[in-house]
Nanobody, 125 residues
Framework: QVQLVESGGGLVQAGESLSLSCATSGDMYSLNAMGWYRQAPGKQRDLVAI????????????TYADSVKGRFTISRAYGTATVRLQMNSLKPEDTAVYYC??????????????WGQGTQVTVSA
């Protein structure tokens, strides 16, 4: 069973930076995508950034929410199945619980769609 371990997050002031990391554990046949979502109180969980993996690193596709373009950067540490989200120029509206997500194929040929436990990011004005 694939599990995700998130780290990072915390409390910062507007304009500052934070980095989130998400590592996978467990056996899998293939990893198709990893990304970050966030959920603010009373709101739905929305996509922040996602990497869809291609055959080669050059074929990877990265998608960002419009609200974070130019400020956030998602990257993958190849060979480790770890995804990092670098968040710069943080704004109070970035405050939310951030969740890591991974999708792929398990060793038993079933699809998996796994979520991390979530990590709080709070940005004060």
């Amino acid at each position: 069973q694939v599990q995700l371990v998130e780290s990072g997050g915390g409390l910062v002031q507007a304009g500052e930076s934070l980095s989130l990391s998400c590592a996978t554990s467990g056996d899998m046949y293939s990893l198709n995508a990893m990304g970050w979502y966030r959920q603010a109180p009373g709101k739905q969980r929305d996509l922040v950034a996602i990497i869809t993996f291609g055959r080669t690193r050059n074929d990877d596709r990265i998608t960002y929410a419009d609200s974070v373009k130019g400020r956030f950067t998602i990257s993958r540490a190849y060979g480790t199945a770890t995804v990092r989200l670098q968040m710069n120029s943080l704004k109070p509206e970035d405050t939310a619980v951030y969740y890591c997500n991974a999708r792929g194929l398990s060793v038993d040929s079933s699809n998996f769609d796994t979520w991390g436990q979530g990590t709080q990011v709070t940005v004060s004005a």
